[in-house]
């Protein structure tokens, strides 16, 4: 069974960091790409960033380009995102998520974590 654990969500004032971890088990972690998608109120859940199996790409959504970073642990079958100069408008539920391809985590990923809040004040 496949579980994908996030964890390091939390209040922080506009301008701080934050960095998100993503626990994975029951799969074998370096087969899957990973990624990380928000979803705010009254909004659809959008893509946030991913990274290949091996961590040798990434790719970033425009609105996090410059202030967000990626990275994943095969040996602790983890994957981070660290978070800088953190808005208010990424306020958010923020969730991991697990593809074996890059296309497939682009589009439709089949397995995804419950999610963890991040709350930025102004």
């Known amino acids: 069974q496949v579980q994908l654990v996030e964890s390091g969500g939390g209040l922080v004032q506009a301008g701080g960091s934050l960095r998100l971890s993503c626990a994975a088990s029951?799969?074998?972690?370096?087969?899957?790409?990973m990624g990380w998608f928000r979803q705010a109120p009254g909004k659809e859940r959008e893509f946030v960033v991913a990274?290949?199996?091996?961590?040798?790409?990434?790719v970033y959504a425009d609105f996090v380009k410059g202030r967000f970073t990626i990275s994943r642990d095969n040996a602790k079958n983890t994957v981070y995102l660290q978070m800088n100069s953190l808005k208010p408008e990424d306020t958010a539920l923020y969730y991991c998520?697990?593809?074996?391809?890059?296309?497939?985590?682009?589009?439709?990923?089949?397995?995804w974590g419950r999610g963890t809040q991040v709350t930025v004040s102004s």
């Open positions: 998520a697990a593809a074996l391809s890059w296309t497939g985590l682009r589009s439709t990923p089949p397995y």
């Open positions: 029951g799969l074998t972690f370096d087969n899957y790409a």
């Open positions: 990274i290949t199996r091996s961590g040798s790409s990434t």
